[in-house]
T-cell receptor, first 111, second 112 residues
Framework: EDQVTQSPEALRLQEGESSSLNCSYT??????LFWYRQDPGKGPEFLFT???AGEEKEKERLKATLTKKESFLHITAPKPEDSATYLC????????????FGQGTTLQVKP | ETGVTQTPRHLVMGMTNKKSLKCEQH?????MYWYKQSAKKPLELMFV???????ENNSVPSRFSPECPNSSHLFLHLHTLQPEDSALYLC???????????FGNGTRLTVT
């Protein structure tokens, strides 16, 4: 069964304290992996798409990486405005082609 | 201002009421989606429309009825809901499977 698991469920960091969020997946072939950011009371906002193992994408303090089993979202020197829930979603190669979302990691960055 | 607009933002309804959620996208996308987001659970796909045609119905109970009159508008008609249907309902659009989803800010539904 296709599955996506994110860890940790919640993460508290001090401003400037770098860390990583994990997205592990078990799917029958990967067509793409997506990262989204969701602020309270809002819909998810697209961050990155990764298509193949070894690929990396960067945006400001965020860097997403991909292996054959997992993806990491690295946050370098985070600021309070980086506080949000980060969602990972996988598009498998199966016939259904439906995005499978993880449960998300809620990040809180304290000043 | 998001390219995907959802109304209303909040809705409280009784179990015997009938209401509708509305979604409009201004991005020229071909596909539109309804997702359900419950606390502590992953986003759950409900319906997919491609070029106004429904291509996915993810085993959703018949008390949820989607409607897509054109590629820019999507509705979710609700009737005889249960308290466990209380959740955030998100609409999204995209240019296709490998394109990222663009979400609206959702309708927070409470069923009493």
């Amino acid at each position: 069964e296709d599955q996506v698991t994110q860890s940790p469920e919640a993460l508290r960091l001090q401003e400037g304290e770098s860390s990583s969020l994990n997205c592990s997946y078990t799917v029958s072939g990967l067509r793409g992996l997506f990262w989204y950011r969701q602020d309270p009371g809002k819909g998810p906002e697209f961050l990155f798409t990764l298509y193949s193992a070894g690929e990396e994408k960067e945006k400001e303090r965020l860097k997403a990486t991909l292996t054959k089993k997992e993806s990491f979202l690295h946050i370098t020197a985070p600021k309070p405005e980086d506080s949000a829930t980060y969602l990972c979603a996988v598009l498998p190669s199966s016939n259904t082609g439906k995005l499978i979302f993880g449960q998300g990691t809620t990040l809180q960055v304290k000043p | 201002e998001t390219g995907v607009t959802q109304t209303p933002r909040h809705l409280v309804m009784g179990m015997t009421n009938k209401k509708s959620l509305k979604c409009e996208q201004h991005l020229g996308h071909n596909a539109m989606y309804w997702y359900k987001q419950s606390a502590k659970k992953p986003l759950e796909l409900m319906f997919v429309y491609n070029f106004k045609e429904q291509t996915e119905n993810n085993s959703v109970p018949s008390r949820f009825s989607p409607e897509c009159p054109n590629s820019s508008h999507l509705f979710l008609h609700l009737h005889t809901l249960q308290p466990e249907d209380s959740a955030l309902y998100l609409c999204a659009s995209s240019q296709g499977e490998l394109s990222p989803l663009h979400f609206g800010n959702g309708t927070r539904l409470t069923v009493t």
